[in-house]
């Protein structure tokens, strides 16, 4: 190949297959082995995952449901929100995350974002449990982008007002505050496992973490029709079991998930060291965070600029999210709003931009994405 055709090879902004390249034989075993098997739900594979999450998290148990939304779900009803409740979450999120308060028949009451991390921020929710719209039974962080939102203020503040919290760690596989994970904060920690995230399945997948016997226990039941014992309901559940080809595949990965987000790292250091001095606000670690990168996401007032910059040189970017839930149309006009309003969450949604980010790509490849944007920004 020329060298100008290296330069302009695409750069995709996220790459699941090539992490199906990177284990492709272990992968292919898993699958063949399960195949075989015989077992096809909620069988060996899936005790073994969910013993071996536990175990890289650091939580008493793990249980896996069908999907991040599902693990939603089953965390608030687990944790026994239920219809009426008031729950507390942020707007600047996958829509997921408040779809699975309403899927229980809840009321989202929403708060702003931290300027700097981009998850909840304390004052927003110290506000809102001052002076609630409704009485609030849980609250929902989320880890966004890979960055462990405030735990220790959340937590505090949800004892002080009788609420639980239920931690939405879905892009922050491996996020450590003070070297603890996420999913050891809140009573229950919901984690999606969709293809592209830090641990991700191929196909739809979620699990749950919690230290609590009762939750854990509420957790396998709900997921399986109610039961305790087989054919026999002990409360209204559902079906969001996870599948034994799925976890024998998240078995494999997870064992590489740690480098994995090693290599996050170095190529947001790669982008730190090469973006500083431009006019664009670079992602912040706070003091004690370990932030793992789901997403490397820059603030720019040029934003659709800059994006389309990046494209004419093959480089793909994205945009997480363009529009906060509360003004989607599902939810315009209709979710409640905490007293401090939610400027910083409207600010963001037309500056903020995704770069490539996954632990294939090649750290060349990282630096072509900073030359792009230097030459576009000077
Ligand atoms: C991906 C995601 C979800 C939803 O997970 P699914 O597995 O797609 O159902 C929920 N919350 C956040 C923050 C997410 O990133």
Redesign the pocket.
Known sequence: MSEAAVADSPIPQTNPQASYEAQRDEIDAAVARVLAGGRYILGPEVDRFEAEFAAFVGARYAVGAA??????VLGLRALGVGPGDGVVTVSH??A??VA?IELVGAVPVLVDVDEKSFTMGPAGLAAVLTRPPLPIKAVVP???YGHPADMAAIATLAARHGAKVLE????AHGAMIDGRQVGRFGDAA?F???P??NLGAFG???VLTTEDDAVAASLRSLRQYGWTTPQVAERPGMNSRLDELQAAILRVKLARLAADNDRRRAIAHIYDAGLEGLPLQTPAERAGAFHVY?QYVVRTDVRDRLRARLLERNISSGV?YPMPVHLQPAYQGRLAIGPLGLATTESLASRILSLPMFPQLDLDAASRVVDAIRACST
Do not use: E, I, N, P
Request: glycine content about 6%.
């Open positions: 999907s991040g939304t599902d693990a939603l999120t996958a997921a995350t699975a989320v880890h966004l939405d760690a879905s892009q919901a999606s496992l969709y592209t995230k739809d997948a979620g789901h997480h």
